[in-house]
């Protein structure tokens, strides 16, 4: 039957989720699924006209509403948005393309970026320590204990980031660390200029803020992302912490020459505040708590996903009685060995060692760090692959977990019996292939 059907209210308690600026050339096609929330309660219609060009003009203002004269028929009425089932037929055309991209998607690429400023900050005091040194007369010994402070606090919230994550959501606890380490990261000319101590303390709580991006990141791609998708995606955003280490060793040599070592912190730190603006308007812990998500996305996504009650103790006996997991911890100790003693003193080996001036430094070392990227989404994409033609995924996980650890053994040993620093630079870059493949 007739009625006037609400398109667009200017009052603070009933607002539509998705409307367009009413006009007096206001256009509508035939028809056009609309969406309002009164409250917590949300209404779809679907409005209709005989033809679209009845819908012309009929549009209008009265006391900050506007009305059009239409056809309507209530679709669905629930309490929740994430009742609300649409076909695609309805929202086909309503949606511009950039709204149509995979959320997703968006989710994995912003926390690509929160891994790419990680590395970017974190890499920065290996190539700028080599002027500090010299500026501030640390011996070997010194630069050692600046180079590890970072880890105290990384170690300390590795465990915790990830309750905290199961706790508040990784959306909270991935923003409070990119913020945290960011503040850190702008500080450290700061406190290298008040005293050793200081500066430990601050590198200390760099790391308490790294440490729990990691655990946050996997709690929200456990959420977002069906378990097909799942390892191109952490591959994706493992590949941000290469790209990472690549730009902040590429661009740190130029900084420290044009505008001195401490540009380096503040520049790379202030990247942190335009990501977390980002993040805060963009990102949900959970699918399920995203109004904007697109019915269909979510039914893939819920629908491929492991459903699992909250953990509310965690069986640390039972978990530690278990061989998987120590080979796991294993596993990952010498990966970490391997991966931060080269992300911490490759520059200095360069720089000592094969005698490579700053700039050589830094642009050398960002052929290891671009070869990871590669192997990393290679890798990825290699194991999805074998996982969708049946093999198992424990199975496909120790293929890739023995290449990754024969290849490094095999090229950093060969270190020792090389003369060039060609040949040097050329082993680095292949051990990193295999390691991050």
Known sequence: MNARAYL??????????????????????????????????TCVFRVSGRNAGEFTGLARREIGKVFAEVKSEQVKFREALDDVVLGEEDLEGDVPWWEQFPKRWVIVILCFSAFLLCNMDRVNMSIAILPMSAEYNWSPTTVGLIQSSFFWGYLLTQI??????????????????????SIATILTPIAAKIGLPFLLVVRAFMGIGEGV???????ILSKWVPVAERSRSLALVYSGMYLGSVTGLAFSPFLIHSFGWPSVFYSFGSLGTVWFATWLSKAYSSPLEDPELLPKEKKLIVGNSVSKEPVKEIPWRLILSKPPVWALIGSHFCHNWGTFILLTWMPTYYNQVLKFNLT??????????????????????????????????????????????????????????????????????????????
């Open 360 to 437: 050589e430094s830094g642009l050398f070392c960002v052929l290891p760090w671009l070869t990871m990227a590669f192997s990393a989404n290679l890798g990825g994409w290699i194991a999805d692959t074998l996982v969708s033609k049946g093999l198992s995924v424990t199975t496909v996980r120790k293929i890739m977990q023995t290449i990754g650890f024969l290849g490094p053994a095999f090229f950093l040993t060969q270190l020792s019996h090389v003369n060039s620093p060609a040949m040097a630079v050329l082993c680095m870059a292949c051990s990193q292939v295999f390691l991050h493949k």
């Open 8 to 41: 667009f209210s200017f009052s603070p308690d009933f607002h539509s989720l998705h409307s367009r600026k009413a006009s007096s050339d206001f256009p509508l096609p035939k028809k056009r699924l609309f969406r309002f929330r009164f409250q917590d309660r």
């Open 213 to 219: 991006a990691m655990p946050a990141m996997n709690n």
């Open 160 to 181: 915790a980031g990830g309750i905290w994550a199961d706790t508040v959501g990784g959306k909270l606890v991935l923003g409070f660390g990119v913020v945290w380490w």
